[in-house]
């Protein structure tokens, strides 16, 4: 028998310990590669966005001088109306929003009451590298005065 097993030191556990770790990674060693797993299948109208996909730059901007507006909520949207995307625009009145659909969306941004919402059906896929949108957001002015 072994000194090993007769005498249970922590120095023969380490020396056992590191052979079962040379025994499980010696198929690796080898070259061998576990297999990837399989990714899930799609479903749902997700399944229905095209597999090309862009990064979109929205630009939102209001006022006279044109200033950008922070916080402006920009949805996008299928052609049938199921959001994709929802995002809101940095303090300099830009989102960068990434997995656009490179087809026809719809683009809608809202802002606080000052501003009327605006909304654009655009065809992703077409516009030129790198693809931005710009929105100049009109005055509400159907919103009540602030006091």
């Known amino acids: 028998m072994s000194a090993c097993f007769r005498n249970s030191s922590h120095g023969c556990r380490l020396r056992l310990a590191a052979a079962s770790l040379v025994v499980l990674l010696s198929p690796l060693a080898a070259g061998a590669q576990p297999k990837p797993a399989a990714p899930p299948a799609a479903s749902g109208p997700a399944s229905a966005v095209p597999a090309k996909t862009i990064t979109l730059t929205v630009e939102v901007v209001g006022g006279t001088p044109s200033q950008p507006i922070s916080g ?16 809101r625009t940095n303090k300099h009145g830009l989102a ?10 719809k683009l809608q941004v809202t802002a606080t009451n000052d501003w009327a919402p605006q909304g654009v059906v655009v065809d992703v896929g077409r516009l030129k590298s790198p693809p931005t949108v710009t929105f100049v957001l009109l005055a509400n002015t159907a919103a009540e005065p602030t006091r």
């Not at 402006?72 to 959001?83: D, K, N, P, Q, S």
């Not at 960068?96 to 969306?105: F, R, T």
């Open 72 to 87: 402006a909520r920009i949805f996008v949207r299928t052609e049938t109306g199921t959001l994709l995307v929802e995002s």
């Open 96 to 105: 960068v929003i990434q997995d656009v659909p490179a087809a026809k969306v």
